[in-house]
Protein backbone atom coordinates (compact mmCIF):
# COMPACT_ATOMS: atom_id res chain seq x y z
CA UNK A 1 0.00 0.00 0.00
CA UNK A 2 1.21 3.29 -1.17
CA UNK A 3 0.76 6.53 1.21
CA UNK A 4 -0.79 9.69 -0.32
CA UNK A 5 -1.09 13.07 1.39
CA UNK A 6 -4.78 12.88 3.33
CA UNK A 7 -4.29 9.38 4.53
CA UNK A 8 -3.84 8.77 8.32
CA UNK A 9 -0.30 8.37 9.36
CA UNK A 10 0.09 4.80 10.29
CA UNK A 11 0.49 4.84 14.52
CA UNK A 12 3.53 2.44 15.83
CA UNK A 13 5.57 2.18 18.81
CA UNK A 14 9.02 1.62 19.09
CA UNK A 15 12.30 2.04 20.78
CA UNK A 16 14.01 5.40 20.68
CA UNK A 17 17.37 6.72 21.88
CA UNK A 18 17.59 7.19 25.47
CA UNK A 19 16.60 3.74 26.09
CA UNK A 20 12.54 4.94 26.53
CA UNK A 21 9.83 4.38 23.91
CA UNK A 22 8.06 6.76 21.55
CA UNK A 23 4.50 6.45 20.22
CA UNK A 24 3.43 8.71 17.21
CA UNK A 25 -0.17 8.98 18.99
CA UNK A 26 1.53 10.74 21.75
CA UNK A 27 2.27 13.71 19.27
CA UNK A 28 -1.38 14.28 18.18
CA UNK A 29 -2.67 18.29 18.75
CA UNK A 30 1.33 18.51 16.72
CA UNK A 31 2.38 18.23 13.80
CA UNK A 32 4.86 15.65 12.52
CA UNK A 33 8.16 15.83 11.09
CA UNK A 34 8.52 12.09 10.59
CA UNK A 35 11.71 11.65 8.18
CA UNK A 36 13.23 8.58 7.13
CA UNK A 37 16.83 7.92 6.50
CA UNK A 38 19.32 4.94 5.82
CA UNK A 39 21.96 4.78 8.21
CA UNK A 40 23.48 6.87 11.13
CA UNK A 41 26.63 8.31 10.69
CA UNK A 42 26.91 8.62 7.06
CA UNK A 43 27.33 11.56 5.03
CA UNK A 44 24.25 12.36 3.67
CA UNK A 45 22.22 11.39 6.95
CA UNK A 46 24.73 13.68 8.44
CA UNK A 47 23.33 16.43 6.57
CA UNK A 48 20.33 15.84 6.72
CA UNK A 49 20.30 15.55 10.50
CA UNK A 50 21.95 18.59 11.54
CA UNK A 51 19.61 20.35 8.57
CA UNK A 52 16.97 19.54 11.13
CA UNK A 53 19.53 20.26 14.27
CA UNK A 54 20.01 23.92 12.23
CA UNK A 55 16.61 25.06 12.08
CA UNK A 56 14.87 23.31 15.23
CA UNK A 57 13.98 25.73 16.90
CA UNK A 58 11.90 27.49 14.29
CA UNK A 59 10.48 23.76 13.68
CA UNK A 60 9.24 23.83 17.69
CA UNK A 61 8.52 27.26 17.06
CA UNK A 62 5.85 25.97 14.49
CA UNK A 63 4.04 23.53 17.22
CA UNK A 64 6.19 20.55 15.56
CA UNK A 65 8.22 18.14 16.68
CA UNK A 66 10.81 16.17 15.07
CA UNK A 67 10.95 12.16 14.85
CA UNK A 68 13.45 10.68 12.41
CA UNK A 69 13.62 6.92 11.73
CA UNK A 70 15.88 4.19 10.54
CA UNK A 71 16.84 0.80 11.53
CA UNK A 72 19.68 1.17 13.61
CA UNK A 73 19.55 0.54 17.65
CA UNK A 74 18.48 3.08 19.97
CA UNK A 75 22.22 2.72 21.38
CA UNK A 76 23.79 3.64 18.21
CA UNK A 77 21.17 6.41 17.72
CA UNK A 78 22.50 7.92 21.39
CA UNK A 79 26.14 7.86 19.74
CA UNK A 80 24.62 9.31 16.79
CA UNK A 81 22.77 12.56 18.58
CA UNK A 82 25.50 12.96 21.23
CA UNK A 83 28.45 13.59 17.88
CA UNK A 84 26.25 15.81 16.37
CA UNK A 85 23.90 17.35 19.24
CA UNK A 86 20.85 16.75 17.57
CA UNK A 87 17.84 17.85 20.05
CA UNK A 88 15.25 15.46 18.67
CA UNK A 89 13.90 11.87 19.28
CA UNK A 90 15.68 9.03 16.45
CA UNK A 91 12.98 5.76 16.39
CA UNK A 92 14.62 2.58 16.25
CA UNK A 93 12.71 0.59 13.65
CA UNK A 94 15.15 -2.70 14.11
CA UNK A 95 12.25 -4.88 12.79
CA UNK A 96 11.43 -2.71 9.91
CA UNK A 97 7.82 -2.72 10.46
CA UNK A 98 7.72 1.21 10.59
CA UNK A 99 9.29 1.59 7.67
CA UNK A 100 7.20 -1.09 5.71
CA UNK A 101 4.14 1.09 6.96
CA UNK A 102 5.39 4.04 5.64
CA UNK A 103 6.87 2.35 2.34
CA UNK A 104 10.34 3.02 2.57
CA UNK A 105 11.71 0.23 2.26
CA UNK A 106 12.30 -1.62 -0.56
CA UNK A 107 14.99 -1.67 -3.42
CA UNK A 108 17.70 1.01 -3.85
CA UNK A 109 20.28 0.96 -6.42
CA UNK A 110 24.02 2.37 -5.44
CA UNK A 111 26.72 1.97 -8.55
CA UNK A 112 24.82 -0.46 -10.69
CA UNK A 113 24.11 -2.96 -7.57
CA UNK A 114 20.09 -3.48 -6.19
CA UNK A 115 20.01 -4.16 -2.90
CA UNK A 116 17.00 -3.53 -0.01
CA UNK A 117 17.43 -0.56 2.61
CA UNK A 118 15.55 2.55 3.47
CA UNK A 119 14.36 4.93 1.01
CA UNK A 120 15.10 8.37 1.95
CA UNK A 121 11.55 10.35 2.51
CA UNK A 122 9.77 12.45 5.14
CA UNK A 123 6.41 12.65 5.70
CA UNK A 124 4.59 16.15 7.53
CA UNK A 125 1.82 14.83 9.45
CA UNK A 126 -0.60 16.86 11.19
CA UNK A 127 -1.96 17.95 14.15
CA UNK A 128 -5.05 15.70 13.49
CA UNK A 129 -2.82 12.79 12.61
CA UNK A 130 -3.56 13.15 8.61
CA UNK A 131 -0.38 13.11 6.50
CA UNK A 132 -0.14 16.45 4.68
CA UNK A 133 2.81 16.51 2.78
CA UNK A 134 5.24 13.64 1.30
CA UNK A 135 8.65 14.52 0.12
CA UNK A 136 9.21 11.43 -1.76
CA UNK A 137 12.93 12.98 -3.07
CA UNK A 138 14.69 14.80 -0.50
CA UNK A 139 17.50 16.68 -1.54
CA UNK A 140 19.61 17.21 2.34
CA UNK A 141 21.17 20.18 1.50
CA UNK A 142 17.61 22.44 1.07
CA UNK A 143 15.42 19.74 2.86
CA UNK A 144 15.09 21.31 6.29
CA UNK A 145 14.28 25.16 4.71
CA UNK A 146 11.34 22.88 2.22
CA UNK A 147 10.04 21.44 5.74
CA UNK A 148 9.69 24.87 7.38
CA UNK A 149 8.11 26.16 3.93
CA UNK A 150 5.62 23.50 4.37
CA UNK A 151 4.82 23.75 8.02
CA UNK A 152 4.01 27.59 7.63
CA UNK A 153 1.51 26.41 5.24
CA UNK A 154 -0.31 23.86 7.20
Same mark, same amino acid.
Given at each position: ??????????? =??????????????????? +????? =??????????????? #?????? $???? +?? #???????? +?????????????? #??? =?????? #? $???????????? $?????????????????????????????????????????? +??? $???
Amino acid at each position: MKLREGDVAPG =FTAPANGGGEVSLSQFRGQ +AVVLY =FYPKDNTPGCNREAC #GFRDVH $DEIT +AR #GAVVLGVS +ADSAERHDKFIDKF #GLP =FVLVAD #G $DKSICEAYGVWG $DKSFMGRIFLGINRRTFLIGADGVIRKIWPKVKVATHAAEVL +AAL $DEL
